[in-house]
């Protein structure tokens, strides 16, 4: 596209009353050599119609000097096939003064602002969307028990052609050996008949789902759009099972003999089966197990009359249960009031559920619940409320401390701590033990992708083997694009909470198909169409972007070149950020674009006071933070220049050399907090981000830079308060230090 | 507390509290509210919020030894101030209730006093027992002639005989009521005197000092009888307060009549035996109008059926509004003593109007509403006169010098 340029500077909003516009606009129009307009009103009609009317005569690339580019969107967008840059001189120039601002800082703030603006609309392309040969559309769901069932219809009721694979013979799952199930509508005070058998009917009869039972997945090879499945029968291995990651380390071993190779017999990952299945994307609604409880010894889990729930449902399930039970929600015991792991709320309300049964059963029946916690959220507190107001129903929060197995088969339990404000002595028929539910994902791949980076999720013991989906920021992805996970894999959930989540995947896996098909990003970069290039010639096959990939996107042949999947892609440019030969960037976002901007400031050599600080910010919740702060008048260092990145994944330490070597004092990095409550849109790149930097250390110091010019933050969305103290407290200590001795060079 | 408690809860217990107006006690979730708003909760003691869920898990044998039960005096602020609406202050009506059953003695008739279905026996016994001796004692239904029932009133009611020292209708009167009221005080006695134990023993330890008679009479009992006469605790209560109102003239009117009954007894029955033959028909007969003593017996009247009413217009509207369960065990008191007051002052008032047919029919109802008043006290709400008086002397003796220390100085 031959561009042809023209800036806009809007004198709104306090703009024209903190900057000298003639002068800035000289700098745009002499120093950058670019049309520079102003305007009193950008974002009005008149002002939208005045930058219209030039790009009506011909202007395709519009610099707008005005507001945050996080606001105005729709109004500064003049199509598809037109570049819109923003200088954020409102928010970050003028709003964001400090009390005692000298005005000739201001300008130059601004100046850099315009400066950095008008050189990445230099450097910047429109990108072209990515386009797979042919998008299949057909949606596999994985486990065919409430979740699975519930994905698989919600699916095919909006249109797509759905496979269930089951693993069991029948459909069901887990609901098949339950008794009765939890109300699920008003007065919420009722067990209700199983609906499991009415599901699985909805299901079957269904016109767009196949279903496929005795069957396992041995293999899912591709990417959204086009992923290959390899089906198996239920228990057997296959030549087609997703091999193990082996890692350098690992191949070393085995090459030595050190260690067998895990993944003999199977075929390796990148090989492609004619006789695979096409599916566009994947729900994973696997479930979960039972836990096992044989540790709590004192509790006496080898007793014969000492269950699980999950065993006491089936008794229930199978005949009468016995009069007195005891059902013990916490193990109790000296050190703490954790319930049982893999818990949740749902085993409060499965004993709710199987004190029933025992009051059913019996005239004189009594059922005491030993609780550290009771947890019944939503409607099913009224649950809670009827089982309570049932006679032989007994609760009390209680530690138990023990129970004994007595000559006749009965049972002793003693707790302490109870509501009773003394310790108790049960005798009971049976105690019944709030074992877990614990995801199928926790031991087994499960999802048994043919992927580089293994068959499984990542980093699950950061979430006690749960398929991590970071709840709150986005409930549904995986770090497996096309993949998403609901029911018991997630966390451990009931029914009406399942049904509810598994309607979710399946859009959401809908969604992903959709996006494919048009070559754009999935969450949290919806609709990006732009996505990396690789420029293969200049390729070393160090690793480091298939190995850095949050999201498993890069394969690699045998010598170690990657093999992209752009479907796979969130488009965050960790592989950007990663690459030494800095031969991966986007149209609309590189190595060069950024470099440029940031050689773009202006660095005064000659005055002692007016330090330059570039601040690689974090798009998604640092810069929106920082724009907050000034929005409150928060005043903001006028030395540092923000510059907005995808995620600090995508930060090139190229860009640190370029800063430093530019003459700048110092430059820091805002991004999420990471971690086990990691923030992070793209789930690694500021972990990673923290890596690269505790490495560049060692350079700068080689230099004979201090290390210090270089910091890594972290940030919350809510932090604007804390923002500008950050930025500042990192001024002072560089200008403690002095000036950047390259300064002038 | 090491000692574990070994629990074993009592499903009967926890039904009869259902069906007693404790219908909601398995509701309490123990926020403890109750315990916040209730004057007699002390530190290191929530009532009544312990009480709940002893009785939601069905530990009978605590509660009719805890004396805070009977301390409470359902002023209405827990059940008003609950939550969840577990009606704590009707779950401990229902307690009560449970707890004169079981203290009552002889069990058998506790029993029968306990719920609706034993009240047409209740009400069967005096009427046959009565009705019996007025036939056999009247020679078969003897109603007097206009004149002289104007003479002697009901004097004649069990008929006369010249013997001088007794009259016949004293005679039967006291026939029926001594051995009657005796029995109810044996009742209560052995039914206090259960309970006492019941408390003591909760209190654990053993007692080296235990109270003289006098001592339990001065220190303890003496004191809880003024405390009652003086309402204090009825002050403190919070939503029910206007329940005083209505409490205190019918303690005040059951005093009168006492008084009005003793005199009676002394001027008819002693005094007119030693005095001349004109005084002696003065003395003999109904009491004129005129006399003081007939005025405050009046007043009595009046102040029992309206302390009474405002008791039953209170309780009515709490059902209403506050959805208090009505139960036997409250209905019973109020209506009982709303008869005693009705048919005697109906058969009062219909005597001075000189029809003897329905005066007699009233003051026979009269007989039977006093008989039942009397025997049933023991075992109906009205057995607080004597529960709720030997708790609060309880009190005073849990902390009094003969227990403190042995329970560590609280």
């Known amino acids: ?745 | 507390m090491s000692v574990s408690m070994r629990v074993e809860p009592d499903l009967d217990f926890i039904k009869y509290l259902k069906s007693a107006g404790g219908d909601s006690v398995k509701k309490c979730y123990q926020c403890a509210t109750c315990s916040v708003v209730c004057p007699l909760s002390a530190d290191g003691k929530p009532f009544p919020r312990k009480e709940m869920i002893w009785a939601q898990w069905g530990l009978k044998d605590r509660l009719i030894a805890d004396p805070d039960v009977l301390l409470c005096h359902q002023c209405g602020d827990c059940t008003a101030n609950c939550p969840r609406g577990a009606k704590p202050g009707d779950v401990l009506g229902a307690i009560r209730a449970y707890a004169y059953t079981c203290y009552g003695f002889p069990q058998g008739l506790a029993k029968m006093c306990s719920s609706g279905k034993g009240l047409p026996m209740m009400i069967l016994i005096p009427v046959v027992l009565i009705g019996v001796l007025f036939a056999l004692a009247n020679g078969g239904m003897h109603l007097p002639s206009v004149e002289e029932f104007k003479e002697v009133g009901f004097g004649h009611f069990f008929g006369h005989w010249d013997f001088f020292w007794l009259t016949k209708n004293v005679f039967f009167i006291d026939l029926i009521f001594v051995p009657a009221f005796l029995f109810a005080a044996f009742a209560s006695f052995k039914g206090a005197k259960a309970m006492w134990d019941k408390m003591s023993e909760s209190l654990g330890g053993n007692r080296e000092f235990r109270p003289s008679v006098v001592q339990f009479v001065v220190e303890f009992l003496a004191p809880a009888v003024v405390e009652t006469l003086q309402h204090k605790r009825f002050n403190q209560c919070g939503t029910n307060q206007n329940r005083v109102k209505g409490h205190l003239p019918l303690v005040l009117a059951f005093l009168a009549l006492l008084f009005v009954t003793g005199y009676s007894f002394l001027s008819k029955d002693v005094v007119s035996l030693f005095v001349g033959e004109e005084l002696r028909a003065y003395l003999h007969g109904p009491i004129p109008m005129a006399n003081p003593v007939k005025l405050l017996a009046n007043i009595g009247a009046i102040a029992l059926i309206i302390g009474v009413g405002i008791l039953w217009a209170n309780r009515s509207q709490a059902e209403e509004e506050q959805g208090t369960t009505a139960t036997f065990y409250d209905w019973f008191l109020i209506g009982e003593i709303m008869a005693v007051g009705i048919t005697g002052l109906g058969a009062e008032l219909i005597r001075l109007l000189g029809i003897p047919s329905l005066a007699y029919f009233l003051y026979f109802l009269h007989l039977v509403s006093i008989f039942m008043l009397f025997l049933y006290m023991p075992y109906t709400k009205f057995a607080h006169l004597v529960y709720r008086t030997v708790a609060m002397a309880f009190e005073r003796y849990r902390q009094s010098a003969f227990v403190s220390p042995a329970v560590g100085g609280k």
């Not at chain 1, 596209?1 to 306090?14: H, L, N, R, S």
């Not at chain 1, 009359?305 to 013990?328: C, D, H, S």
């Open chain 1, 1 to 745: 596209m031959e561009k042809k340029y023209c800036a806009y500077i809007c004198t709104g909003c306090g703009i024209g009353e903190a900057v000298d516009i003639a002068a800035l606009s000289g700098v745009v129009s002499g120093e950058m050599k670019m049309e520079c307009k102003t305007h009193a009103v950008l974002c009005g009609e008149v002002g939208k119609g005045f930058i219209q009317a030039d790009i009506d005569a011909g202007v395709n690339t519009v610099v707008i000097g005005a507001c945050s580019p996080r606001v105005m969107q729709d109004v500064f967008d003049f199509g598809a096939d037109k570049i819109t840059i923003r200088a954020n001189l409102r928010e970050q120039v003028a709003w964001s003064r400090p009390e005692d601002a000298k005005p000739d800082y201001t300008q130059e703030l601004a100046s850099d602002y315009m400066r950095m603006a008008c050189t990445q609309a230099k450097k910047t392309e429109l990108p072209e969307a990515y386009q797979l040969e042919s998008v299949n559309k057909r949606v596999l769901v994985m486990g065919g028990g409430i979740a699975g069932l519930t994905a698989a219809r919600e699916a095919a009721k909006a249109g797509y052609q759905v496979t269930l694979v089951e693993k069991a013979e029948a459909l069901g799952g887990k609901a098949l050996g339950w008794r009765k199930q939890f109300p699920s509508k008003a007065p919420w005070t009722d067990l209700e008949e199983c609906s499991i058998d009415e599901m699985v009917k909805a299901v079957t009869s269904e016109g767009n789902v196949t279903v496929k039972t005795a069957t396992e997945v041995a293999r899912v090879a591709g990417a959204p759009g086009n992923f290959e499945v390899t089906f198996k029968a239920a228990g057997t291995k296959s030549e087609w099972d997703a091999p193990a990651k082996v890692g350098a380390d690992e191949q070393d071993k085995i090459t030595k003999g050190e260690m067998p190779d895990p993944n003999v017999g199977l075929k390796i990952y990148t090989e492609k089966n004619a006789d695979a299945e096409k599916f566009g994307s994947v729900v994973l609604a696997t479930g979960w197990t039972p836990a096992d409880v044989s540790e709590y010894t004192h509790l006496s889990p080898a007793s014969q009359n000492v269950v699980t729930n999950a065993q006491f449902e089936k008794l229930a399930k199978a005949g009468k249960v016995p009069a007195k039970v005891a059902f013990i929600q916490s193990p109790g015991g000296s050190e703490n009031d954790r319930d049982f792991p893999y818990c949740n709320s749902v085993t409060s309300m499965v004993a709710l559920k199987q004190a029933q049964y025992v009051r059913a059963d019996n005239a004189e029946g009594k059922a005491y619940i030993l609780y550290q916690h009771m947890r019944t959220p939503g409607q099913m507190e009224l649950f809670y409320k009827s089982a309570q107001n049932n006679d032989g129903i007994f609760l009390t929060k209680a530690t138990v401390t023990g129970v004994e197995e007595q000559g006749d088969g009965s049972l002793v339990v003693t707790a302490k701590d109870t509501l009773l404000n003394e310790d108790l002595t049960l005798a009971v028929d049976m105690v019944v033990l709030a074992a877990g539910l614990v995801p199928t994902t926790k031991d087994q791949p499960t999802v048994n992708l043919a992927y580089r980076q293994g068959p499984g999720f990542l980093d699950l013991d950061l979430f006690d083997g749960y398929a991590d989906s970071h709840f709150i920021c986005f409930p549904y992805e995986t770090r497996r694009t096309g993949v998403y996970t609901c029911g018991g894999v997630r966390k451990a959930m009931t029914m009406e909470e399942t049904v509810d989540d598994a309607t979710g995947a399946a859009l959401k896996a809908i969604q992903c198909i959709e996006s494919a098909d048009r070559g754009v990003s999935v969450h949290p970069r919806s609709g990006d169409n732009s996505f990396p290039e690789f420029f293969f010639q200049r390729c070393t096959q160090c690793k480091r972007c298939t190995e850095e990939c949050p999201f498993g996107a890069l394969d690699d042949d045998e010598k170690g070149t990657p093999l992209p999947n752009p479907t796979r892609c969130r488009r965050c440019g960790t592989c950007m950020g990663a690459c030494p030969e800095r031969i991966i960037n986007f149209k609309n976002y590189n190595i060069d674009m950024i470099g440029s901007m940031i050689k773009a400031i202006d660095v005064p050599d000659d005055d002692e006071d007016k330090l330059r600080f570039a601040v690689l910010v974090c798009e998604n919740d640092a810069y929106p933070a920082i724009d907050m702060a000034a929005m409150r008048r928060k005043g903001i260092s006028n030395l540092v220049r923000f510059v907005p990145v995808r995620c600090l994944g995508s930060v090139n330490m190229v860009w640190i050399k370029d800063a430093l070597s530019s003459g700048l004092d110092g430059v820091m990095l805002l991004g999420c907090r990471y971690g086990d409550d990691y923030q992070c849109h793209f789930v690694k790149g500021s972990e990673i981000a923290n890596k690269r930097m505790d490495n560049i250390g060692e350079t700068l110091k080689s230099l004979g830079l201090e290390p210090e010019r270089v910091k890594v933050n972290q940030v919350a969305i809510t932090d604007f308060d804390k923002v500008p103290q950050l930025v500042q407290d990192f001024v002072d200590e560089i200008v403690a230090l002095g000036p950047n001795p390259f300064k002038g060079f």
